[in-house]
């Protein structure tokens, strides 16, 4: 159904309901102004009744929270206790010392080395393959 032919079909209905009260109100004269009449003093009676409500949002509540109190002194909970050797936060160096290297580094083998050297070819060709 296309879209002008909803828009004709909504016309031709406003259309035949406007006859539809005129020839009402030539026939009812009276019936017709008082029904209007009582429909706009309705409207008007809902929306002074509108205006008149007042707002919950604009409420202010006149509550104050009185300030806390405490009774007793703070306690830290008690928890699991922490090894002797433990540290929970160390300073970071800007370089490793020779024994924290010889402890920590793997110098990888050739064999390493070229599979990674291969896996980085592989990803360069694959970029540049459809490349013109």
Known sequence: MELSSVFEN????????KEKILDFYQENKITAILVAGLSIFVLVLIIVLLCLIPSTKNKKSNYVNPPLKLSHEL???QGPEMP?????????????TKEQAEEWFTVPSEKEINALSQTNENMINELLGAAP
Do not use: A, Q
Request: overall charge negative.
């Open 10 to 17: 909504v016309k031709e209905k406003f259309i035949s309901l």
């Open 75 to 77: 306690e830290i909970p």
């Open 84 to 96: 002797d050797n433990y540290t929970i936060s160390r300073e970071t160096l800007s370089s490793w």
